[in-house]
């Protein structure tokens, strides 16, 4: 805008500054786009950029701060045309994922026993009470998961790459071959495993999705979701997800962005504490059982080497994630409450992938809504805690661990 004198104070208050044209230059680092709209300087142009795909017109519809987290992730999972469709959370990611399927009202979704609490909730309250036919099986078991594929006209099979909190790994290529042979599409929720350990999209997933608010951006400050697919689910998300509205806004994906540049180093030490952090509970007079895919003892060991290995550096062994869970002997939930207010280092916060330690009671928070016995039903005692591994030193890290657990 031309610099002007015969404007009134209250025109020039609102457009001084704005939409100035730098030539010549590129930023460094990608800018915070804050703005809904984008202005062409031709209707010819506009009518363009509603077409062009990043699409500039509507932030609901793309932004150039999305945009480049997008390419980021989609980058990130590799695969040939990989698309990225950045969400405001992981929930609206997970939405977003499984309309995206064209799954209707009457089809069947099978789904995971041990979801996250929210995503089955998501399904009892939402799906199934608009007439989907939702069942819920033990991905271990693939029989169960065949049948309950074969008995209804199953459009979904949805999974988590690492169930919480008992750490049991899926056989993803297996539930997707599963998937398939009954025309159903495998949507995996992957938040557990970053694309640091794990491309699901590679093992046969349709559809994949991140809570980006975990792992991804990693600092504990941004809520956000991702869905990542192949180019030819391009079209649906785009819809889909202009529909439905769950956008990423241009401060979150930035944020994201920049936790993203660290992830590598974060998950390398994330994983290496955790690993330690599991041996050192394993061997704990106070710890009466330590679920990490890591140890040799894990139902799923086997598995999760061959899953996560080709993620490892050559000559190097694989890493087995960095979330594991530990029942405190003869525990009760006053014995597990005085453990975690004891706790002087590690957050007993209810999330996962920060860089801090973080330690959550799923008796208390993930599984609350079950009751005593539905939780033993399912293997959560009430002396079981999730644990995810920080990147701080881990001498630290079983210090406070070693305090807390103190000698009752
Ligand atoms: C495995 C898993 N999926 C999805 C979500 C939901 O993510 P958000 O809180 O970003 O909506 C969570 C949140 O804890 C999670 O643990």
Same mark, same amino acid.
């Given at each position: 805008?031309?610099?002007?004198?015969?404007?009134?104070?209250?025109?020039?208050?609102?457009?001084?500054?704005?939409?100035?044209?730098?030539?010549?230059?590129?930023?460094?680092?990608?800018?915070?786009?804050?703005?809904?709209?984008?202005?062409?300087?031709?209707?010819?142009?506009?009518?363009?950029?509603?077409?062009?795909?990043?699409?500039?017109?509507?932030?609901?519809?793309?932004?150039?701060?999305?945009?480049?987290?997008?390419?980021?992730?989609?980058?990130?999972?590799?695969?040939?045309?990989?698309?990225?469709?950045?969400?405001?959370?992981?929930?609206?990611?997970?939405?977003?994922?499984?309309?995206?399927?064209?799954?209707?009202?009457?089809?069947?979704?099978?789904?995971?026993?041990?979801?996250?609490?929210?995503?089955?909730?998501?399904?009892?309250?939402?799906?199934?009470?608009?007439?989907?036919?939702?069942?819920?099986?033990?991905?271990?078991?693939?029989?169960?998961?065949?049948?309950?594929?074969?008995?209804?006209? @199953?459009?979904?099979?949805?999974? =988590?790459? #690492?169930?919480? /909190?008992? $750490?049991?790994?899926?056989?993803?290529?297996? %539930? &997707? *071959?599963?998937?398939?042979?009954?025309?159903?599409?495998?949507?995996?929720?992957?938040?557990?495993?970053?694309?640091?350990?794990?491309?699901?999209?590679?093992?046969?997933?349709?559809?994949?999705?991140?809570?980006?608010?975990?792992?991804?951006?990693?600092?504990?400050?941004?809520?956000?979701?991702?869905?990542?697919?192949?180019?030819?689910?391009?079209?649906?998300?785009?819809?889909?997800?202009?529909?439905?509205?769950?956008?990423?806004?241009?401060?979150?994906?930035?944020?994201?962005?920049?936790?993203?540049?660290?992830?590598?180093?974060?998950?390398?030490?994330?994983?290496?504490?955790?690993?330690?952090?599991?041996?050192?509970? @394993?061997?704990?007079?106070?710890? =009466?059982? #330590?679920?990490? /895919?890591? $140890?040799?003892?894990?139902?799923?060991?086997? %598995? &999760? *080497?061959?899953?996560?290995?080709?993620?490892?550096?050559?000559?190097?062994?694989?890493?087995?994630?960095?979330?594991?869970?530990?029942?405190?002997?003869?525990?009760?939930?006053?014995?597990?409450?005085?453990?975690?207010?004891?706790?002087?280092?590690?957050?007993?916060?209810?999330?996962?992938?920060?860089?801090?330690?973080?330690?959550?009671?799923?008796?208390?928070?993930?599984?609350?809504?079950?009751?005593?016995?539905?939780?033993?039903?399912?293997?959560?005692?009430?002396?079981?805690?999730?644990?995810?591994?920080?990147?701080?030193?881990?001498?630290?890290?079983?210090?406070?661990?070693?305090?807390?657990?103190?000698?009752?």
């Amino acid at each position: 805008m031309t610099p002007t004198t015969q404007r009134h104070v209250q025109t020039t208050a609102v457009h001084a500054g704005e939409r100035i044209r730098r030539e010549g230059f590129r930023t460094t680092s990608t800018p915070i786009y804050n703005t809904a709209t984008f202005l062409y300087d031709t209707a010819e142009a506009l009518d363009a950029a509603f077409e062009a795909d990043p699409s500039f017109v509507y932030a609901r519809h793309g932004n150039p701060t999305i945009a480049a987290l997008e390419t980021a992730l989609a980058t990130l999972e590799g695969g040939v045309g990989t698309v990225a469709y950045a969400c405001a959370s992981g929930m609206a990611a997970l939405h977003a994922a499984i309309l995206a399927t064209g799954v209707a009202p009457g089809e069947r979704i099978v789904a995971s026993r041990d979801l996250y609490g929210t995503t089955a909730a998501l399904l009892k309250n939402l799906f199934l009470g608009q007439g989907y036919d939702v069942r819920f099986v033990d991905l271990g078991d693939h029989a169960a998961v065949d049948r309950a594929l074969g008995e209804g006209d @199953a459009q979904v099979l949805l999974a =988590e790459t #690492v169930s919480n /909190p008992l $750490l049991q790994v899926a056989d993803l290529p297996m %539930l &997707a *071959a599963l998937a398939h042979a009954h025309g159903a599409q495998l949507v995996v929720d992957a938040t557990f495993t970053p694309p640091t350990l794990l491309h699901p999209l590679a093992l046969g997933a349709d559809l994949v999705i991140h809570s980006t608010t975990k792992y991804l951006s990693g600092h504990g400050d941004v809520l956000g979701g991702v869905i990542l697919a192949g180019p030819q689910h391009d079209a649906t998300l785009r819809s889909v997800t202009r529909l439905v509205g769950g956008a990423a806004g241009p401060q979150e994906a930035w944020l994201t962005l920049r936790g993203l540049k660290t992830l590598p180093l974060r998950f390398e030490r994330q994983c290496a504490n955790a690993t330690k952090i599991a041996a050192w509970l @394993a061997a704990h007079p106070a710890i =009466e059982a #330590v679920h990490f /895919p890591g $140890l040799p003892g894990h139902p799923d060991h086997a %598995l &999760a *080497a061959r899953l996560f290995g080709p993620a490892a550096s050559a000559g190097e062994a694989p890493a087995f994630g960095a979330m594991l869970s530990f029942a405190i002997r003869d525990a009760n939930r006053a014995r597990v409450f005085r453990f975690l207010d004891r706790l002087e280092l590690c957050l007993p916060a209810t999330s996962l992938g920060d860089l801090y330690t973080l330690v959550a009671y799923p008796a208390m928070a993930s599984h609350r809504e079950l009751t005593p016995k539905e939780r033993a039903r399912v293997g959560i005692g009430d002396g079981l805690l999730r644990l995810s591994a920080g990147i701080e030193h881990v001498d630290d890290i079983l210090a406070d661990l070693a305090g807390a657990l103190g000698d009752e």
